[in-house]
């Protein structure tokens, strides 16, 4: 069975960090490009940041650019999304995802797997 596992999230203060990691198990995703998302109350899940298997190629959203940073790290099965400066306007549930698709893509519809997300709360 498929599972994203993404935890990390929490509740931080405007100007924080966190850093969230997603772990895959029950199929082998090392050679397939993943991704991060998040969905805030009321709008559409909105992509952040991917990277290629095997980490040496990423894209960033203009929101996640110079705040964010993925990794991932094939021999643990994690992927993970730093996160500085953080903002109120961060707030959202975030998502991993992975795609079969073999490159760096940032629609919803690309992505064959995702995770149940994880809360992040960024208060002022």
């Known amino acids: 069975q498929v599972q994203l596992v993404e935890s990390g999230g929490g509740q931080v203060q405007a100007g924080g960090s966190l850093t969230l990691t997603c772990t895959h198990s029950g199929r082998t995703f090392t050679r397939y490009a993943m991704a991060w998302f998040r969905q805030a109350p009321g709008k559409e899940r909105e992509f952040l940041s991917a990277?290629?298997?095997?980490?040496?190629?990423?894209y960033h959203a203009e929101v996640a650019r110079g705040r964010f940073a993925i990794s991932r790290d094939n021999a643990k099965n994690t992927m993970t999304l730093q996160m500085n400066s953080l903002k109120p306007e961060d707030t959202a549930v975030y998502y991993c995802?992975?795609?079969?698709?073999?490159?760096?893509?940032?629609?919803?519809?690309?992505?064959?797997?995702w995770g149940q997300g994880t809360q992040v709360t960024v208060s002022s």
């Open positions: 990277i290629n298997w095997s980490g040496d190629n990423t």
């Open positions: 995802a992975v795609t079969l698709r073999g490159t760096l893509v940032k629609t919803t519809d690309e992505y064959d797997f």
